[in-house]
């Protein structure tokens, strides 16, 4: 059972910086992409950044410049460094891991860590 969690959120003020960790169990298999959504009250969820195995980056504009996705095969984590945040950053985030299998890929999503940045 492939099982993912975030840990590191919390209460920020605007302008501090956070550290999301997310971590996969469960698996021998290799971890494709890994990312990190958010989703605000009364919002869609949507893509902050993702990750590629061989460690290719993708951000949502609005976090550009500001955040940094890495990770470590090795421990099957991916962590979100945030830097400069915003109360529009306000959000439960959401860690999610794809992996292949003979029939196809799987995402598996975490239960998410909330991330609140005052004013």
């Known amino acids: 059972q492939v099982q993912v969690v975030e840990s590191g959120g919390g209460l920020v003020q605007a302008g501090g910086s956070l550290r999301l960790s997310c971590v996969a169990s469960?698996?021998?298999?290799?971890?494709?992409?890994m990312g990190w959504y958010r989703q605000a009250p009364g919002k869609a969820r949507e893509l902050v950044a993702t990750?590629?195995?061989?460690?290719?980056?993708n951000y949502t504009d609005s976090v550009k410049g500001r955040f940094t996705i890495s990770r470590d095969n090795a421990k099957n984590t991916v962590y979100l460094q945030m830097n400069s945040l915003k109360p529009e950053d306000t959000a439960v985030y959401y860690c999610?891991?794809?992996?292949?299998?003979?029939?196809?890929?799987?995402?598996?999503w975490g239960q998410g860590t909330q991330v609140t940045v005052s004013s």
């Open positions: 469960g698996t021998t298999r290799s971890i494709s992409d």
């Open positions: 990750i590629t195995s061989g460690g290719s980056t």
């Open positions: 999610n891991a794809i992996i292949f299998y003979n029939w196809g890929p799987a995402r598996y």
